[in-house]
């Protein structure tokens, strides 16, 4: 089951959060991590509009032999190549290094968005192909057990 | 006439009449017809009847679009200001009373939306010249830890610019991010509803009702009899 909703605008961000909501409610989600996947959601759009205009976001879900069952939620566009993955997850940092915090509020954001999903989900892929780029976040609706951390 | 005998020249000057008119609707005409006035039997009047009635539909599809065209144009207007109205409702900075500011904050917290906020709030302390603000965060349920040190960090550039600056309604699972965060809380004041913020600022004697409403719109003597009240009662 999946389900795409387009990203070109501010509003659109708003539908994709009802719609991850609405998904993550049926699969058995608790309160708190459906809005975390508001959040999640919100991210991966808002950064659709910030990078490359237009894009879309699908929602899936997944069944983990050992997780069991999860969400995925896939932001593609065709906007420029993330230059360096690790960067960008990186609070503070965009893509090709470290920002200037004094230029922090003027880009739209606080440069924690990546950082923000990466805490919000279990796991965080990210591939570009010929011109396609796919940010792909997996949450499962059983918590991880995080005891060595 | 029968179809067999028509001259060559007639054949001619009737494709040439055609172009003509072709030439003259392509150029941006709308009312050139073919003569209509062929007798029955004559092979171009079926023609000529075909092309006028192409160019009929043609125009009139194009003045249709020509309609949707402003129609769309009008809508488009209209969503554009709708969602400036909603941007702007993302981020309401409220003036409750003078010299108060609050930021009731609901929805989704997201760190792009707490960027737009802190500018709105800074700009607003400055603008309204403002020496409390209050940040209702009751709407909120979950926050990033980023996001939520953000917040807090916008609460002491709220300082830096000469104003108080508490946070009210703070959720159970905020807390716990905030605290997890391992951040020095001993700066920010918090309370449990935007009421309390509210009562706790009328009883430290920033401003009270009755004041307020003796003075009217001229907060500045406003400003002034406070300020001579704080250090009549010794802070």
């Known amino acids: 089951m999946s389900k795409g909703v387009s990203i070109r605008e501010k509003l659109d961000v708003f539908h994709a959060r009802q719609h991850v909501r609405g998904l993550a409610g049926q699969l058995g989600f608790g309160h708190i991590a459906r809005e975390e996947l508001a959040i999640v959601a919100s991210e991966l759009a808002t950064n659709i509009l910030k990078y490359a205009g237009v894009g879309e976001l699908e929602f899936r879900t997944v069944e983990d032999p050992v997780r069991g069952a999860g969400i995925v939620i896939e932001a593609r566009d065709a906007g420029p190549g993330i230059e360096n993955f690790s960067f960008a997850v990186r609070d503070g940092y965009g893509g090709s290094g470290p920002l200037d915090p004094a230029k922090l509020l003027t880009r739209g954001g606080i440069g924690a968005g990546l950082g923000a999903v990466v805490r919000m989900t279990d796991a965080l892929e990210y591939e570009y192909e010929a011109g396609n780029k796919c940010v792909r976040a997996t949450r499962y609706v059983r918590p991880e057990r995080r005891d060595v951390t | ?235």
């Not at chain 2, 500011?101 to 960027?115: E, H, I, K, N, Y």
């Not at chain 2, 002491?156 to 610019?161: F, Y």
């Not at chain 2, 991010?177 to 706790?200: C, F, K, N, P, Q």
Request: glycine share 6%; proline share 3%; hydrophobic share 40%.
């Open chain 2, 1 to 235: 006439m029968s179809a067999g005998t028509i001259s060559e020249n007639v054949v001619r000057e009737r494709i040439a009449d055609v172009l003509m008119m072709l030439a003259s609707i392509t150029s941006g005409s709308t009312s050139d017809r073919l003569p209509a006035e062929l007798p029955e039997d004559d092979p171009f009047a079926a023609l000529y009847a075909g092309i006028n009635e192409v160019v009929d539909t043609l125009i009139s599809g194009q003045e249709r679009l020509e309609t949707y065209k402003g129609e769309l144009e009008a809508k488009l207007d209209l969503i554009e200001r709708q969602r400036s109205a909603i941007r702007e409702l993302s981020t309401p900075v409220i003036e409750v009373w003078a010299n108060v500011l609050c930021l009731p904050v609901v929805g989704v917290m997201d760190t792009a939306r707490s960027a737009e906020m802190t500018e709105a709030l800074l700009r607003a302390v400055t603008e309204k010249k403002a020496r409390y603000a209050i940040i209702d965060v009751t709407g909120i349920e979950v926050m990033d830890t980023r996001t939520a040190d953000h917040f807090l960090r916008m609460a002491k550039a709220v300082r830096l610019l000469g104003a108080e600056c508490v946070v009210a309604g703070i959720s159970p699972s905020i807390a716990q991010t905030i605290v997890h965060m391992g951040v020095d809380l001993s700066g920010v004041i918090t309370y449990r509803t935007m009421r309390e913020a509210m009562e706790a600022h009328a009883k430290a004697g920033s401003f009270s009702k009755h004041e307020a409403l003796a003075n009217g719109a001229d907060t500045q003597n406003g400003e002034r009899d406070r300020e001579s009240r704080r250090q009549e009662n010794g802070g």
